[in-house]
């Protein structure tokens, strides 16, 4: 009994593992309102604040800290004074901004210095060419620079700051 309830619960998250999987809105297909706001996930599942913390402090990821000082992220050294503080984005932000914001600053503040996060288009970036010795734009490998769930991982985190 405890097998077949195993098996069943296995073939359950596989399949709505499936379903979460093509539901992923690609850049090209995300739907913009008022220039600013991405209503959808864009991945249909929700994000996680964990992760999306990860992804925010990373160096290697998000690497929001190196412009934004989070007080939230103590720990956390070398945060940047470059763009606002993300105390209190949660509470001047709805959800769908947020998402707008974090995948494409410059289509919500043209003038952002911030960089454009889930854009697979090539031809809106400056890439080294060939002739770079070190690692050259490769159409083959060309892709966002977060993923759809990370996006979705950094606005649920952003969410939760509510305090100034």
Not at 27 to 37: F, G, L, Q, R, S
Not at 81 to 92: E, Q, S
Request: glycine share 6%.
């Amino acid at each position: 009994m405890t097998s077949r309830f195993i098996r069943a619960a296995l073939a359950t998250t596989m399949v709505v593992a499936a379903a979460s999987a093509s539901a992923e809105i690609k850049p090209a297909d995300v739907v913009w309102e008022d220039e600013i706001a991405i209503p959808a996930s864009l991945t249909g599942v929700p994000g996680d604040p964990l992760e999306g913390a990860k992804v925010l402090s990373a160096r290697s990821l998000g690497n929001c800290v190196a412009c934004h000082e989070n007080s939230a992220m103590p720990d956390v050294a070398f945060q940047g004074n470059v763009g606002p503080a993300l105390d209190g984005t949660g509470a001047r932000w709805s959800e769908a901004e947020l998402r707008g914001i974090v995948a494409n600053a410059k289509r919500v503040f043209p003038d952002s210095m911030m960089p454009v996060f889930y854009n697979d288009n090539p031809e809106d970036f400056i890439r080294p060419g060939n002739a770079y010795t070190a690692k050259a734009y490769d159409p083959e490998t060309f892709s966002t620079l977060l993923t759809a769930q990370q996006i979705e991982d950094v606005v649920a985190y952003l969410t939760t700051l509510t305090e100034y």
